[in-house]
């Protein structure tokens, strides 16, 4: 198998691109788990919103990862 | 030191005790109508910074009769920090189509590299408001409570009884805590934790006339206790 050079930048892109968006992935993950446990200590009815929006991000996470390894 | 002051000092203390017949846990004590005098006025929104008496608030050991009196979290100004590194953050996209810095990023990379940078924009901005948001001093009846979200992998909660406070004094410093109204709380306590220090808190005398009032009501309510 023969690399050009276009390869093997397109590779160093995608293994970059890859690894950022897996840290972020869990960075996403730690965001939610926090979120769920500051509204447990404190209790305000806007609390529903933040936990959804959390959860959001954690998606909006995931497809990240999906789209920088499907490129 | 400039702008410190120290409104309340235990010599200071002056507790105008009545003895006799007043209930010692009247819910309409002369204290307690001095601090709903003190707090009228103030929103009980929850996107405020200082919240008096919250219909939908609560934390997590609070106890059933124990009523918020105020929350306080610290003043909008301190949101302008990740708010205009958001905004500027999200212009950054446009100022760099007329510069060519990233054109050595091969052309299907660089959507990705967008929804990469926009979900980051997200996330300092969600940060932000969460730290703004967890980060709440509440004083009941009974006590204070200190919530503090340090950042994503460390929160303290710190609570001190009203009657272990020994002084309360806020210092204002800087141009802008002048003008907007906002300055550290500190609060010396006689318990475990023997001081509490609230940053940023909006309308610092107003909070510290409050604190002082309870502890005052607390003495009151503990030397009718005892002479009973």
Redesign the interface.
């Given at each position: 198998m023969n690399l050009n050079n276009v390869d093997i930048?397109?590779l160093i892109?995608k293994a970059f691109?890859v690894f950022?968006?897996i840290i972020?992935f869990i960075?996403?993950s730690?965001?939610v788990r926090?979120?769920q446990?500051?509204t447990?200590?404190?209790?305000?009815?806007?609390n529903t919103i933040?936990i959804t929006?959390?959860w959001l991000?954690l998606l909006?996470?995931f497809l990240?990862v999906v789209?920088?390894l499907f490129? | 030191m400039p702008g410190r002051s120290t409104l309340f000092s235990a010599d200071e203390v002056n507790p105008k005790i009545t003895l006799g017949n007043t209930p010692a846990n009247s819910e309409h004590s002369d204290h307690r109508k001095q601090v709903y005098k003190i707090i009228e006025g103030v929103t009980k929104t929850s996107f405020s910074p200082l919240i008096s008496q919250p219909k939908f608030f609560t934390f997590s050991d609070q106890s059933e009769d124990e009523k918020i009196i105020l929350v306080v979290r610290q003043h909008w100004y301190v949101n302008l920090r990740w708010v205009s590194t958001a905004v500027l953050m999200a212009l950054a996209p446009l100022l760099l189509n007329f510069l060519p810095v990233f054109d050595f990023v091969p052309i299907k990379y660089q959507p990705v590299g967008l929804f990469f940078w926009y979900l980051l924009i997200f996330a300092i901005a969600f940060e932000g408001f969460l730290n703004w948001w967890f980060n709440v001093f509440i004083v009941t009846e009974e006590r204070v409570v200190d919530i503090d979200f340090v950042n994503l992998m460390n929160s303290k909660v710190s609570d001190a009884q009203l009657d272990k406070i020994q002084d309360v004094s806020y210092e204002v410093k800087g141009m802008a805590a002048t003008f907007l109204n906002f300055g550290t709380l500190i609060i010396q306590t006689a318990g475990e934790i023997p001081e509490l220090e609230i940053h940023n808190a909006p309308n610092p005398d107003m909070v510290a006339k409050v604190l002082q009032t309870l502890r005052l009501e607390e003495q009151q309510e503990a030397l009718e206790g005892r002479l009973k």
């Open positions: 930048l397109n892109f691109f950022g968006a972020y960075f996403a730690i965001v926090q979120v446990l500051m447990t200590k404190v209790l305000d009815m806007y933040l929006i959390s991000h909006l996470a990240l789209s920088t490129l | -």
